[in-house]
């Protein structure tokens, strides 16, 4: 079992900036594959990066490429995402996710974090 644990979200202008962490539980962390999704209002929830267990591996979603990037510090159990630049559309509750294979577009991932919400204000 994996327990994950989202913070960082927040409210913030068009144009700024946010770091979202996650903190995981259990001894095994470095060997998940992690990764974020997103959900907006009265949308589907949709992939946004996936990382490796080595971090050797990253994957963006199109309309977040060149504006977040995700990263893992396995000594910490955490995976984080930088997000940059953030555009009103990107207002949504971001999810953790981990799974024993990978975290990736069109793959349900085994386990989930509660969500955190992120408003940018345009």
């Known amino acids: 079992q994996v327990q994950l644990d989202e913070s960082g979200g927040g409210l913030v202008q068009a144009g700024g900036s946010l770091r979202l962490s996650c903190a995981a539980s259990?001894?095994?962390?470095?060997?998940?594959?992690m990764g974020w999704f997103r959900q907006a209002p009265g949308k589907e929830r949709e992939f946004v990066a996936g990382?490796?267990?080595?971090?050797?591996?990253?994957y963006y979603a199109d309309s977040v490429k060149g504006r977040f990037t995700i990263s893992r510090d396995n000594a910490k159990n955490t995976v984080y995402l930088q997000m940059n630049s953030l555009k009103s559309e990107d207002t949504a509750v971001y999810y953790c996710?981990?799974?024993?294979?990978?975290?990736?577009?069109?793959?349900?991932?085994?386990?989930w974090g509660q969500g955190t919400q992120v408003t940018v204000s345009s």
């Open positions: 996710a981990a799974d024993r294979l990978t975290v990736a577009a069109g793959k349900i991932p085994s386990y």
């Open positions: 259990g001894r095994t962390f470095n060997t998940y594959a």
């Open positions: 990382i490796s267990w080595s971090g050797g591996g990253i």
